[in-house]
């Protein structure tokens, strides 16, 4: 059985993959898609199908259970799940891929399910709305999601050189394409990541909504969702269809109390050099929790305000005296 199940770190990738094999043909399948994919799917019902995209090294380095998020958020539920993996950055652009995903429409796989929700950061974002095509009226939900990597349509990201030749341009190639069969999609960047930001306004129509949150990359936005369980409590909202733009927004202030974005928020502030800013950060954070770092942090800031202070009395007393 799956539920509180764990792989340890010490596994070679071989090994894990092995050991996960043998999960899925315990409850579900797994299947090797090619020499750089794998599938693997546990069944639990036909009530909610949640599907995730992640790399082989993401679930390595970030998952507490050494299993794929899926494993997380959906044990508990008794949700269906399955997981796309990827061995490499390639954006899942396979033709491995495609046939397995053409495969799964014929027997009609997506329909058996009630409810169906993808989720994917980055690349994995790329790819899970990418695929989302072949599961109409599906919830999807983006971090940071690219939506092409051709070149002529997003030469101003410059961040993917060796992926640059892959090829974009036939099945399932362009994201914001693929999501306009999707019921709901949800697109989370942060703003101040150029690229990020651009590629998200790429994803377009009345069923996209976009949400901001300034944290950096793809994969911080990623690892602070799953510190903060919200990933399992975003899905929860999507399958109950509580899932909105205002909900979203409401649920995303969590991270006003995590102490890792808060620690990049200040890392942020104290980079523009902006004592006074810093000093209404540092005391909005303190309010609710004692972190030393801040402590710290509001000491200096508001030392630099008084010497600050002290200066601009000392040119307004001196401009006084020379206007005398």
Not at 6 to 33: C, P, V
Not at 105 to 116: I, L, Q, R, S
Request: contains cysteine; proline residues 3%.
């Amino acid at each position: 059985m799956v539920a509180g199940a764990a792989l340890s770190a010490d596994l070679s990738d071989a090994e894990w993959l092995k050991a996960l094999r043998d999960i899925g043909e315990t409850d579900g399948y797994f299947s090797s898609l090619g020499q750089k994919h794998a599938a693997v799917f546990v069944e639990r019902g036909h009530g909610t199908l949640f599907v995730s995209f992640e790399t082989l090294f993401g679930i390595r380095s970030v998952s507490d259970s050494g299993l794929p998020i899926g494993f997380d958020v959906s044990e508990n539920r008794n949700w269906s799940h399955l997981t796309m993996i990827a061995e490499q950055q390639d954006w899942f652009r396979d033709d491995t891929l495609f046939s397995y995903f053409d495969r799964m429409v014929d027997y009609g796989f997506f329909e058996d399910f009630d409810k169906v929700i993808f989720y994917g950061a980055g690349m994995c974002g790329y790819a899970a709305a990418a695929y989302s095509v072949v599961a109409p009226g599906s919830t999807v939900i983006l971090v940071s999601p690219q939506a092409t990597l051709d070149r002529p349509i997003s030469q101003w990201d410059a961040r993917f050189p060796v992926s640059r030749r892959l090829e974009f341009k036939s099945r399932y190639g362009y994201a914001p394409d693929m999501l306009e069969a999707a019921e709901e999609a949800f697109v989370i960047y942060d703003p101040d990541e150029a690229e990020d930001a651009m590629h998200a306004s790429l994803f377009r129509g009345t069923n996209v909504h976009h949400h901001r949150y300034r944290r950096g990359s793809a994969g911080a936005i990623d690892s602070d969702f799953r510190s903060m369980a919200l990933i399992s409590a975003l899905v929860t909202e999507a399958e109950n269809g509580n899932l909105t733009p205002a909900r979203l927004a409401k649920m995303l202030r969590a991270r006003k109390r995590h102490v890792p974005y808060l620690r990049a928020l200040l890392a942020r502030v104290l980079a523009e050099d902006r004592p006074a800013l810093t000093a209404r950060l540092c005391r909005a954070v303190l309010a609710n929790q004692s972190i030393p770092r801040f402590a710290h942090h509001l000491e200096i800031a508001e030392a630099q305000l008084a010497k600050m202070e002290k200066r601009n009395i000392r040119a307004e007393t001196e401009r006084a005296l020379g206007d005398g």
